[in-house]
């Protein structure tokens, strides 16, 4: 499947000037790396489970289960409980052992050696093997040999390989094998057979094989194939025995890797790792087959440029005996030579070798996601969003301008992008299933709306990447620095943009699957608490409080991410540059006109709010922090409308190179209503219908800059939405007009006053999106004490168990000791007739409690509903009744009144404690003589 072109388009002159596509990598080796990265994806992701240590030995998956982890339970409870006491796991594991992931990156270097050894012994192996033997002897005259050395010159071939014969190889073919500076050239038995008798197809099989030397690739095949040898030995048939034999021994009632415990919600667990490692293999294999297939492809084109008959070619494939198209068609995929009739197809329409195709993008979307998540949970979201985001938008910006420059050389439209990237989302959205985190213990999330998030992200991307490719060409110089300086700067500008979808998917975007955390959160209550006021009693404040608690954070968590940020001025700068550069200032006017048309509709937007908001706002003192939340809410919505406006006009209504020309109008619009809005901040009180926070007329520029600042990192990812909604219109068929003459299109001063005012609008939008950073996005707000899991009886005993060994037995001891020196000091030391109380032995008591009681508030919560709740109640209790005793020892003045209430809630906390803490102790017991009946219930 190649990209889409734009068929409404006809076929223009080809582009004189225009660089040979030759000069960028070849698909063959861009296919390669895909291999590479797919190949180390399924190790790393292999080798983790095969040397992954017993869980029950790690500390920090039994403070997950301390803190309420359910392995079946619903992925968004689990995510908001950890989040919730993450400080508190965070301190239970410290300074114990925990999984080494290294394992798996130090399995990988090993299978990496490993390959390089076989990379290394294979053409020795590979000649003992088979018994080659030298040419000599099977051309004494040295006529064969002359006649290769003399298509070898021909091949600009310096180094003649060494020349041997197979003989029991009977079929007219030959190989070139060996490593770098060691290349032998083996000829079929065969092939000497019908040199005489078919001579152009003699020179044929010669030249297609020096083509292989020529295009350097042999190392390729041979890497690929030491690659695959070494994956099969040393990961996948591991990961085979271990994990798929512990799945069938558990399954039976013979537990290798799975305690019985814990076998009815690992199953589904260990299933998923299963077909994950059975998806990744896949990807190996069709990502090996089309490396080969492409490389043969490419020594069948360089052959019959060096003079071999194509006629060859069709020959065999007429000859060829085929199967049935449907299961020609799937059989192909993971074959590692082309067949003869796709073979003669590209030799006549060499278009396949540089058109983006749908099998590698599709590849590179799924090795993509499955990477990026391997590695997020190695290292870090944002080291890996930059190391495979950036690998991926580089291969496939070189990937897209192979492809244009080809179709500029034709006179052909280049490609759109919109195949290519409905291929590389399919790829992003089949990864994510299998490798997010958002889908827990099912076979499908609790949502599936985000996944159109990668989906149609990754067709905006492409379109956007194969537009602004076509859009440089248009008038780029024919030389080579030209076409390397303009493929490093569109790689740059693609992998900020990749690396910042990548890092947002990555790290919030593939939760929401599991459905909206920060509602589940409680951020609702959390807004409630820090921005007091009406959201309950006033219409206006309680039907935007869902938006604001979800859509407004989810904004400003993206937009204040530096990378996020960067990329949304990286979409319209990067295309507005390349308006800019252009000789010619053709469409330049229209789009600066537009986006100022857009900025102007924008501010309009935000008067609207203004005037809406005024109609409603309440007196001067009654416009508090609340009030503003929602004001920035509706100022917010503007701002997209007007991006998203400005965007979708453009690209409905221009001519040629609409999507840039919409990203370029939407970010001037953008940056035109963000000032336009900061001088109706700072005028707010003089504005009459439009007054909003002032009453009286005052220009205060500073408080307005301030607010500005926090709304750029609200409407910062509207570029994205703009990108969106401008990519399908964009698509729209147009009614063709011809263009102007290039002598009528002229830089008039009001087109050289746009150019300035874009690069002007470019740099205030960078400084304003980095300057109004705060951070690396907002966390997310949770409960004190959430909910318990309502677990099953096993795992909710095994989790009460996991709670008392990392911080509830020490927590017991302690408040049980201070209660017991409590009981003591009354029983010898208070004096109930007169009240009278000893400070200096008391003392010790309260100031001990309030310690115990705070430790035990930063230590986990105990993992059960109803036990939680006694355990609360009484380390609150506990903690006012120890602050109070400290507070009546501290005073001056003895009061009986006080000193009595004071021992009053002393003893009543010591009532609460011999409740709580029998409770606990009968439940810990409990579980503590069932968990030896159930794992010996195995053996029986």
């Known amino acids: 499947m190649s990209g889409g072109t734009e068929a409404a388009v006809p076929r223009r002159a080809p582009v004189a000037s225009a660089p040979d596509p030759g000069a960028l990598p070849a698909g063959t080796t861009l296919r390669f790396l895909v291999l590479v990265v797919a190949m180390a994806a399924a190790t790393l992701e292999m080798l983790r489970d095969i040397l992954r240590p017993y869980p029950a030995q790690n500390v920090e998956f039994v403070c997950e289960f301390a803190a309420g982890y359910d392995p079946g339970g619903n992925l968004i409870d689990n995510v908001t409980r950890s989040n919730a006491q993450a400080a508190a796991i965070k301190e239970c594991a410290k300074g114990a052992p925990v999984t080494p992931d290294w394992y798996g990156l130090a399995g990988s270097v090993v299978v990496l050696l490993a390959a390089t050894a076989v990379y290394l012994l294979l053409p020795r192996w590979k000649r003992r093997r088979r018994g080659l033997v030298p040419l000599h002897g099977r051309d004494p005259q040295g006529e064969i040999r002359a006649e290769i050395a003399r298509l070898a010159g021909a091949a600009g071939v310096r180094t003649l390989p060494a020349l041997v014969v197979d003989l029991a190889a009977l079929d007219p073919g030959a190989v070139v094998f060996g490593r770098a500076g060691s290349r032998t050239l083996c000829l079929n038995n065969g092939l000497l057979h019908v040199r005489r008798s078919q001579p152009a197809r003699f020179q044929a099989v010669v030249l297609h094989e020096l083509a292989h030397l020529r295009h350097r690739d042999v190392d390729i095949a041979y890497a690929v194939t030491a690659l695959w040898r070494a994956f099969l030995a040393l990961a996948a048939v591991p990961f085979t025995l271990v994990v798929g034999g512990s799945l069938v021994a558990a399954h039976f009632g013979w537990f290798m890797g799975a305690d019985a415990v814990f076998w009815p919600a690992a199953r589904p667990y260990m299933v ?5 490692a059975a998806f990744l293999f896949l990807l190996v294999v069709l990502a090996r087959a089309d490396t080969l297939r492409h490389r043969e492809l490419y020594a069948d084109r360089g052959a019959v440029a060096l003079g071999a008959d194509p006629d060859v070619w069709r020959a065999r494939a007429e000859a060829a005996v085929t199967q049935g198209r449907p299961a020609r068609g799937v059989s192909a995929l993971w074959r590692s030579h082309p067949s003869w009739e796709e073979r003669c197809r590209v030799l006549g329409d060499p278009a396949g070798l540089f058109a983006l195709t749908g099998v590698p993008l599709f590849l590179l979307g799924a090795v993509t996601l499955v990477t990026g998540n391997a ?6 979201t944002r080291p890996a969003a930059w190391l495979i985001g950036g690998l991926a938008a580089a291969l496939l910006t070189v990937s897209v301008w192979r492809a244009a420059l080809y179709a500029a050389h034709r006179g052909a439209p280049g490609p759109s992008g919109v195949r290519a990237g409905l291929a590389l989302g399919l790829g992003l959205v089949c990864g994510g299933l299998l490798s997010g985190a958002g889908i827990g213990p099912g076979w499908w999330p609790a949502h599936l709306e985000p996944l159109l998030f990668p989906f149609l992200g990754a067709v905006v991307y492409v379109c956007w990447l194969a537009q602004c490719a076509r859009l440089r060409l248009r008038d780029m110089p024919g ?12 790689a740059v500008s693609g992998c900020v943009v990749a690396a910042a979808g990548l890092g947002w998917w990555l790290g919030e975007g593939q939760l929401w699957l599991a459905g909206d955390l920060y509602h589940a959160g409680g951020l609702e209550q959390h807004i409630r608490q820090l921005f007091p006021g009406p959201w309950n009693q006033v219409e206006q404040y309680a039907t935007v409080l869902p938006w604001i608690s979800s859509a407004l954070v989810s904004a400003s ?3 204040s991410t530096p990378l996020i940020a960067a990329a949304a001025v990286v979409l319209w700068v990067y295309p507005a540059a390349l308006l800019l550069r252009r000789p010619r200032a053709t469409g330049l006017q229209s789009t600066v006109l537009a986006g100022l048309a857009g900025g102007v509709f924008g501010v309009a ?8 908001v005024h109609s409603w706002r309440p007196p001067l003192d009654g416009r508090g922090v609340a009030f503003g939340v929602v004001y920035m809410w509706w100022r917010t919505v503007a701002l997209w409308t007007g991006a998203a406006v400005t965007a979708a ?10 999507l840039p020309r919409a990203l370029a109008a939407a970010g001037i619009a953008q940056i035109t209503a963000l000032a336009g809005q900061f001088l109706l901040q700072s005028a707010d009180g003089c504005l009459g219908p439009l007054r909003v926070m002032g009453n009286t007329c005052h220009w205060l520029p500073d408080a307005s800059w301030s607010l500005t600042e926090l709304l750029v990192q609200t409407a910062a990812p509207a570029m994205f939405g703009a990108a969106l909604v401008a990519t399908p219109l964009a698509r729209l068929p147009r009614a063709e007009r011809p263009s102007a003459p290039a002598e009528a299109v002229r830089r008039s001063w009001p087109i050289r006053i746009a150019v300035g005012a874009v690069a002007v609008l470019a740099v205030m939008s960078s400084v304003v999106a980095v300057r109004s950073v705060t951070g690396d ?11 318990a899991a309502d677990s099953n009886e096993r795992v909710g005993s095994f989790q009460l168990l996991a709670w008392f060994k990392m911080s509830g037995r020490a927590d017991m001891v302690a408040l049980a000791s201070r209660y017991t020196e409590l009981a003591k000091w009354i029983k010898e030391s208070a004096d109930a007739e007169t009240g009278a109380v000893d400070g200096s032995t008391l003392r010790p008591v309260c100031t001990g409690l309030t310690r115990d009681t705070v430790t035990a508030q930063h230590h986990l919560g105990v993992p059960d509903a109803e036990l939680g709740r006694a355990w609360s109640t009484l380390l609150a209790k506990s903690r006012d009744a120890a602050r109070e005793c400290t507070s009546v020892l501290d005073s001056e003045t003895d009061d009986v009144q006080r000193n009595t209430r004071m021992l009053e809630h002393l003893v009543d906390a010591y009532k609460e404690a011999g409740k709580a803490l029998s409770l606990l102790t009968d439940r810990v017991t409990s579980a503590l003589e069932q968990w030896p009946q159930w794992k010996d219930a195995r053996n029986r």
């Not at 590695?375 to 870090?380: R, T, V, Y």
């Not at 937007?605 to 809406?612: E, G, I, R, T």
């Not at 996005?777 to 909910?787: D, K, M, Q």
């Open 272 to 276: 998923r790792e299963i077909a994950t």
């Open 777 to 787: 996005g907002t966390a997310l707000a949770v409960p004190n004490r959430p909910s």
């Open 649 to 658: 006009a453009v690209a409905a209504t221009t001519r040629t190179h609409r």
């Open 375 to 380: 590695l997020s949970n190695l290292w870090d």
């Open 605 to 612: 937007a935000v008067a609207a709010v203004m005037a809406y």
């Open 557 to 559: 968590a993206a937009g």
């Open 479 to 490: 030389t080579l620095p030209a076409l390397r300086g303009a493929v490093l700067v569109a």
